[in-house]
């Protein structure tokens, strides 16, 4: 649950950063998540592609 801890951030503040990029990667690459983190994961996915999420480095 943590992925899911770093998006719920993400969505409050409408920005993703490098550094929040990189602690998901991180948990992805060690497969450190749950069904529900990967629910949060498309639903970021979805918000980034509608533009309603900012990506900033």
Same mark, same amino acid.
Not at 6 to 33: A, E, G, M, P
């Given at each position: 649950? =943590?992925?899911?801890? /770093?998006?719920?951030? !993400? +969505?409050? @503040?409408? !920005? /993703? @950063?490098?550094?929040? @990029?990189?602690?998901?990667?991180? &948990? /992805?690459?060690?497969? $450190?998540?749950?069904? +529900? $983190? =990967?629910?949060? &994961?498309? +639903? /970021? =996915?979805?918000? *980034? $592609? =509608?533009?309603?999420? *900012?990506?900033?480095?």
């Amino acid at each position: 649950m =943590m992925i899911q801890r /770093l998006i719920d951030r !993400v +969505q409050s @503040t409408k !920005v /993703l @950063t490098s550094s929040l @990029t990189n602690q998901i990667s991180q &948990l /992805l690459w060690k497969r $450190d998540y749950d069904s +529900q $983190d =990967m629910e949060a &994961l498309a +639903q /970021l =996915m979805d918000a *980034l $592609d =509608m533009g309603e999420i *900012l990506e900033k480095s």
